[in-house]
């Protein structure tokens, strides 16, 4: 079955950067469209960022482009999510997302999911 796997969570400060990773497996990883959402204390999950298999393009949350980018690694079937310049608004559950179908921001366009890795930012 399909399974992915969150890495790379953890406390930071203000400003500080961190690099979430996400593993696939039981997929053809090149047929997925990736994707990265998270979900506040409160709120409803959010899209940050998606990537397609083959021809990698990139779609962004209009909010977060040009401080977070999304890449894969087709060889390795993993995601990143490099996140910049963060504060206290970006603490929440990070998840990683994969679609077999098209999809855009919406998170029911996408069948299969991680667990979630927890981000806090605070000083």
């Known amino acids: 079955q399909v399974r992915l796997a969150e890495t790379g969570g953890g406390l930071v400060r203000p400003g500080d950067s961190l690099r979430l990773s996400c593993s696939a497996s039981?997929?053809?990883?090149?047929?997925?469209?990736m994707a990265w959402f998270r979900q506040a204390p409160g709120m409803e999950r959010s899209f940050i960022a998606s990537m397609s298999g083959e021809t990698f393009k990139r779609r962004y949350a209009d909010n977060l482009e040009g401080r977070f980018l999304i890449s894969r690694d087709n060889a390795k079937n993993t995601i990143t999510l490099q996140m910049n310049n963060l504060t206290p608004e970006d603490t929440a559950v990070y998840y990683c997302?994969?679609?077999?179908?098209?999809?855009?921001?919406?998170?029911?366009?996408?069948?299969?999911w991680g667990q979630g890795t927890q981000v806090t930012v605070s000083s």
């Open positions: 039981g997929l053809t990883f090149t047929r997925f469209l």
């Open positions: 997302a994969a679609s077999q179908y098209p999809a855009s921001l919406q998170d029911w366009e996408y069948q299969y």
